[in-house]
């Protein structure tokens, strides 16, 4: 049996977009989807005359039974089926990510729970979307390419998401001056990137021959760019981290930046996934 979709859900804003963009993910692809609601165990009780964890599990029983409704007014053919559990936000939906095709998160108004969509960034085992922002499927699957093998997992997410959407890719390869070796003019080195980002995505143009990709090589840091870039895409698509000795760009701290500041959902893909 194939994966489900997890969607944390916590009954906020945030957790609320994060839901809808599950709901339509599941039901595009036929994924069962799976509603996580995680109790902090240090919460004050949201009962008066019960135990901490029988608080936790009425809280959240009333957190999933909203985004049950949710679901069934949405799209009532997705299957679905939810959990509650009481723990350390961040450690129970890691652990779950092993379980998961996709997991989705949203951000929440709560200062306890602000970080934890960074710290599951840096740990899950499966491709991590933080949806923010609302999105148009009208619009290209952007994807960071430093050309290191590391970004394949998330090259080959971008290319899978557009054909799942009947949509294209924009590879943007950020670079600065002297990045690769030699001395070379400014048209001689543009060439070069071109080359490195033509190679990177060789493997994934095969696979998917339909999906029509634009190769952008704009002067940067990659954080700047990809953000920049995000204002006009459905989804942007970064690896977890990059250490090519070619480009380098792609690492860590790049995509914890764009859980900050990008225009739209958001794609973490771990290197050793997709």
Known sequence: MSKPIVVGVDGQPGS???????????????????????????????????????????????VIEKALTVVHATNRNVQVSSLVLPGDPPDVLISWSSEASMLVLGDSVRASLATVPRTVAARSRCPLIVVRTQWSDQLPVVVGVDGSPVTRAAIEFAFDHAAQHRTWVRAVHAWHRSVLPGDRGIV???????????????????????????????IGHAAEVLSEQSTAAQLLVVGTRGHSGVAGLLLGSVSQALLRTAGCPLAVIPAEKW
């Open 188 to 218: 001689e080195e543009r060439a070069a990137h071109f080359a490195v980002v033509a190679d990177a995505l060789e493997q994934s143009r095969q696979r998917y021959p339909l999906v029509p990709v634009h190769i952008s090589r704009p």
């Open 16 to 62: 609320d977009i994060a839901l809808g963009w599950a709901i339509a993910e599941a039901a595009r692809r036929a994924r069962r989807l799976m509603l996580l609601h995680v109790g902090e165990v240090w919460s004050p009780p949201f009962v008066g005359d019960g135990s901490l964890m029988a608080a936790i599990r009425t809280r959240g029983q009333q």
